[in-house]
C-alpha cells in the first residue's frame, strides 16, 4: 500500500515536471528589447516596450502589422533599442528618461 503511494505521488510529480518543463519552453521571448513613442487614439503620446528579434519586427508590430501588436489605433513615432540608442526627438527622449527609468 505504501508502495502504491509513493508511486502515484512519484507520477503526479513527474506529469507537472513534464506539463512545467512544455509550458516553459514555449514562453521564450525574442532576444532584443525595444521601445517605441506611440501616440495613442485619444492623442497622448506614451512608451511601449516591445520584445522582438529585431528593429524592424518592433516596429511592425508597435503599428499594428502584426498579430501580437499593440491596441488599435496606436500610430508609431519612433522605436529605438534602448541600449544602443536614443529618440532623435530631445523632448521624447528626456520624457523616456524620467518616465521609464
Do not use: H, W
Not at 33 to 40: L, S, T
Amino acid at each position: 500500500m505504501k508502495l502504491a503511494g509513493r508511486l502515484s505521488a512519484l507520477a503526479v510529480f513527474f506529469a507537472l515536471f513534464v506539463a512545467t518543463s512544455i509550458v516553459f519552453a514555449q514562453a521564450k521571448m525574442p532576444p532584443g528589447e525595444f521601445v517605441c513613442q506611440v501616440k495613442d487614439a485619444d492623442g497622448e503620446m506614451r512608451f511601449v516596450g516591445i520584445q522582438a528579434s529585431d528593429l524592424d519586427r518592433a516596429k511592425e508590430i508597435a503599428q499594428g502589422k502584426s498579430k501580437l501588436a499593440v491596441p488599435a489605433g496606436r500610430e508609431l513615432v519612433e522605436c529605438i533599442n534602448p541600449n544602443t540608442q536614443t529618440f532623435k526627438n530631445r523632448t521624447a527622449q528626456n520624457q523616456y528618461r524620467e518616465d521609464v527609468r
